[in-house]
C-alpha cells in the first residue's frame, strides 16, 4: 500500500493534487481500492455540478458493495474521468493515476487543511488496513 | 471466536484475504476476486467449503425416512453414487434449507447441507428421526474436510494430482459420487462448470490443496463462489430462499414433486399456498450493479432483488428477482439504485453454463 508524499487526503479515503491552474484532481487512495477489491463500476459527478465539503458526490462500487466518495473542498465541478466508465479497475491498477474528477475550489485554501501523507498513514493505521 | 476449517493456515500463507462468512473465517479472495472467477470459467480453480456439513444417513429405514423429510423424490436415485438435490422444508412449506444427497447403498445416503444453517438442520433430522425412523443413524461428519475442484480442467488436473484416482472417476457422469474410503470424489459443484467435489479426513486436506496447486490449480474464494453460482443461477440460502419462503415462490419448483402421490414435509403447505410470485433473472441494461434488496418495480407490482452482482463473464450486472406471477421473460423492468430507476430487462436463466452466455431473453 502506497501513499504518495506530494498528495493531500481526507480521512474518508480520497486523495488531491493540486493543479497548475488552480483545480484539484480528487481520486481514492490505494488503500480504498484495496479494502473495496475488484471496482466495476464508477460514476463520477457531473461537470459544473457545486459540491460542499463532504457531499457524496460519486460512488464506486467493486463486486462486493458499492461505496461513496466525498468532496474533499467546496468548489465547482470542472471535469470527470471519462476512461473509467469503461475501465473501472485502472482504479485497482493505479490509485493515484486513475483519477475520478477534478474541482475548482471556492476557496483554494481549503487544500491546506487536508491530511498530508503522515496524518492520512495514521488514519489507515487507526482503521487496522 | 470465528470457526477456521483444517485449511485455514493454508489459505493465510496464499496471501488469502480472510472474512467472517456465517461465523467461519474463510478466504474472500487471494488477490483478485475477477481473475478467479475467470480462472474457473477458463482453466480450474479450487475451494475450501470444508465448513459445509456433511451427514452421513445409515441404516435400512434410510430411504423412506428420506422420503418424507426431503421435497425432491429421493425414489429418482436408482444408480449408486448419484446425487439428487433438495430442499429441507418445514411443515409450514418455508425453506429450511437446502442440501446435496448421495444414494450410495440402500442403508447409506450422505447429505451436504450449508454452514451457517448445519446446526439447526441436524436438530430437525435427529427430531424426524426420533418420532419416524428411531433405529436411523444420522452422524454429522466435522472430521470431514471438503475441496471443490471446478472448471473445464478441473478433472484432468485432479487426475494429475492423484493420479491412483482416475481409474475409479473416470466414468463417473454428472451427478454421480464414487466412494474409495476414506476419500469420496463426486462430480458435483456450484459453479455450473464440471469438476469435483471432494471429501476427506480433515488432516489430509492441507496435502491435497498443495498437489492440486502444483498441478497449476490456483485458489478461489468465497467472493468469485458467488458470482459463479449467480451466473450459473444456482440459489444461495438465507438470500434467494429461507424460512419465509415457498420453494415455488424461489425459482425451486423443479425440484419439488408435487405429483406422485408420495407425501413429504411441506406438501400439504404448498399445496394450499399456490405461488403468487416467482423469480427471475435480471440484466442490468447499463452502467451499475445490481445488489440484494433493491426494490423491482414492474407492470404488476414491486418486486425485490434477492441476490445481485456484477457478472465478470458478461461484464454487466445481473441479478435474481422475487417479481409478480405474471412477469414475462423480456419484460422491462426499473430497478430502483440509490433514487434513480435504472432498465433491467427480464430473462430466462441461468445465465451462463460451460464458459458460455446460455440466458434467453424469449
Known sequence: ?129 | MLKRTPLYQTHRDMGAKMVDFGGWEMPLHYGSQIEEHHQVRRDAGMFDVSHMRVVDVEGAEARDFLRILLANNIDKLTLPGKALYSCLLHEDGGVLDDLIVYFLSEDWFRIVINAATAEKDIAWMLKQRDTRAPALKITPRPDLAMIAVQGPNARAKVWQALPGSQTSTQALVLFQAHVMPPWFFARTGYTGEDGFEIMLPAPDAAALWLALAAADVKPVGLGARDTLRLEAGMSLYGQDMDEATSPLEAGLAWTVDLQSPRDFIGKAALLANPPQRQLVGLLLEQGGVLRAHQVVHTALGDGEITSGSFSPTLNRSIALARVPLGIQTGATTEVEIRGKRLQAKVVKYPFVRHGKPCYSEI
Not at chain 1, 480528487?26 to 461537470?47: F, H, K, R, S
Not at chain 1, 470542472?78 to 469503461?86: I, K, R
Not at chain 1, 473501472?88 to 493505479?94: A, E, K, R, T, Y
Request: glycine letters at 8%.
Open chain 1, 1 to 129: 500500500m502506497t501513499i504518495p508524499a506530494d498528495l493531500k487526503y481526507t480521512a474518508s479515503h480520497e486523495w488531491v493534487r493540486r493543479e497548475a491552474d488552480g483545480s484539484m484532481t480528487v481520486g481514492i487512495t490505494d488503500a480504498a481500492q484495496q479494502m473495496l477489491g475488484d471496482l466495476v463500476y464508477v460514476e463520477p459527478p457531473a461537470a459544473g455540478r457545486q459540491l460542499a465539503v463532504g457531499e457524496e458526490c460519486a460512488v464506486v462500487e467493486s463486486v462486493k458493495s458499492a461505496s461513496d466518495v466525498y468532496a474533499p473542498l467546496a468548489g465547482k465541478v470542472t471535469a470527470a474521468n471519462v476512461e473509467l466508465s469503461g475501465a473501472p479497475q485502472l482504479i485497482n491498477q493505479d490509485a493515484y493515476g486513475a483519477w475520478i474528477f477534478r474541482i475548482m475550489p471556492d476557496n483554494p485554501a481549503d487544500f491546506d487543511t487536508l491530511l498530508d501523507a503522515a496524518g492520512y498513514q495514521a488514519v489507515v493505521d487507526a482503521e487496522g488496513h
